[in-house]
C-alpha cells in the first residue's frame, strides 16, 4: 500500500482515493500497487510445482506397485497349483479347500523375495501362513504353457511305476544327503510317508508321492519337519503340491513392535529402545521368551535327526505365541551341517571371510591350499552357556542380551552381564 501527498497540478490516478485535509491544501491520497505483472510468474510457478508433485507422486506409486507385483505373486501360485491339481497330478490335504471350496484364502502379502511366496490368509475362518515357490522366470499371463513346463521340472519324481519300497529308498538316500547318516532316519521316512498319506488308506499314490517330494526339495519344509518334535517351530497345518501352510504366530518379532522403515530412519536410537520398552511384555514373560530360545538352539545344536546351525542370528527371524512361547518365524535361517559342508567344500578362498555361509557361520580357510575347512568356528546356533571354550554365538547373544535387558536395570554376572 502506498501513500503519498500529491501536488496542486499533479492529476489522481485510478484506484487511488484521496481524502481532502483543508481548504487550501491538498489531499492525502492512498492507494494499492497493481501486481498484475507479477501474476503470469506466480502462476507458472505454482503450476511448476503442481506438476512435480503429480510426477514425484505418480514416481512413488509406480515403484510401489512394481515392487508389490514382483514381490507378491500369490495368484500366479494359486494357478499353478490348481492347474495341477485339477490335472491328478499333484495331491495334498488342502488341495480341496484352495482349488474348489475356496475356504484357504490369500490376504496380505508377506513376502521378501520372489521365489518365496508367504502370505497371511484364512483357512476355514483360522488365521494361517501360505507359503509356496514361485519360479523367478515363470509368467503365467505370458505363456500359458510354462505351467506344463514347470510340472515335468518341479514334479518329475517319482515316476510312474515306482514302487513303494523304491519310493522308500529315494527318501532315504535324499534325508542323509541333507541330514547326514542318522540312525534315526528310518523313523522320518515313515512319518514323511504318513503325511503323504493324504486320505489315509494306508497306500501312497503317484499324485501325494509326487506333492511330498516336491516339499521337500524344499529347505524350510525339511527342517520343519526334521523340528517338528520341537515345540519352537510352527505347526504345519496342510500341503497341496509344494504349497504348504502353517499356523500364524502372534507375535512375529522377538519383543517390542516393528517400527516402519521410515519411523527407524528418522528416530534415533533412544527412541527405538523407549519404543521397544513400551511394547514389549513384562519382565518375567521376557525371560520365559528368552529361555525357549536357548532351549531350542541347545536342541538343534544336537538334534534326533542331526546338527543344525543358525546362520543369520536376527530376532526379527523369531517370535512368540499367546503364551510366550518362543517360536521361529523363518526357518529358512537355519541350515544343517550337510548343507553347510556342501556349501564350503572345494571353495577358493583367501580369508575366513570367504568362507561365510549365510551371514554368521563362518569357517577357517587354508592359505596355503587356498581352500576353506570344513569344519564350521564360529556358528552363531552353538550352545550359548557357560563352559563352551570359544563363544561361537556372540551375535546371538547380544540380541538376547539386548532385547532382554530393555528396561537397563538388571545386571547379571557371568557372561550375560550388562555391557
Known sequence: MDFFLPSQKEEYRPGQCCVKLHEAGGAFCFGFTSHKSRLPGIKVKYLF?????????????????????????????????????????????ACKDLCEDHALVFQQCLSSSPTHQV???????????????????????????????????????????????????????FLKANLGDQTSLSSLVGQILTMADVNEDGKVSLAEAKSIWALLQLNEFLLMLSLHEKEHTARLLGHCGDLYVTEKIPHDTLYGTQMPSFLQTFLPSPMHRVIHQWFSPAWPRRAKIAIGL?????????????????????????????????????????????????????????????????KDCTASCDKLMKQCKNDVIQPNGSPPFPGVEQSQDFALEKNIQHQIFLNGDIDVPGRWAKS
Open 49 to 93: 510445482l503442481a506438476w512435480l508433485g503429480i510426477f514425484v507422486g505418480s514416481w512413488v506409486m509406480y515403484v510401489h506397485y512394481s515392487s508389490y507385483s514382483e514381490l507378491c505373486r500369490g495368484h500366479v501360485c494359486r494357478v499353478i497349483i490348481c492347474d495341477q491339481y485339477k490335472k491328478g497330478i499333484i495331491s495334498g490335504s
Open 119 to 173: 502370505y497371511r490368509g484364512i483357512w476355514r475362518d483360522h488365521e494361517v501362513i501360505i507359503k509356496c515357490g514361485v519360479e523367478e522366470s515363470f509368467k503365467v499371463e505370458s505363456n500359458p504353457e510354462t505351467v506344463s513346463q514347470r510340472e515335468l521340472v518341479l514334479f518329475d519324481k517319482p515316476t510312474r511305476g515306482t514302487s513303494m519300497d523304491e519310493f522308500k529308498e529315494m527318501l532315504l538316500a
Open 294 to 358: 536357548l532351549e531350542f538352539v541347545e536342541e538343534i545344536f544336537h538334534g534326533t535327526y542331526g546338527s543344525f546351525f543358525i546362520c543369520e542370528a536376527n530376532f526379527k527371524n523369531v517370535g512368540y505365541n499367546e503364551k510366550y512361547d518362543f517360536k521361529v518365524v523363518d526357518l529358512r535361517k537355519v541350515a544343517t551341517e550337510m548343507t553347510i559342508k556342501g556349501f564350503l567344500k572345494g571353495r577358493h578362498c583367501e580369508q575366513n571371510s570367504d568362507c561365510t555361509f549365510g
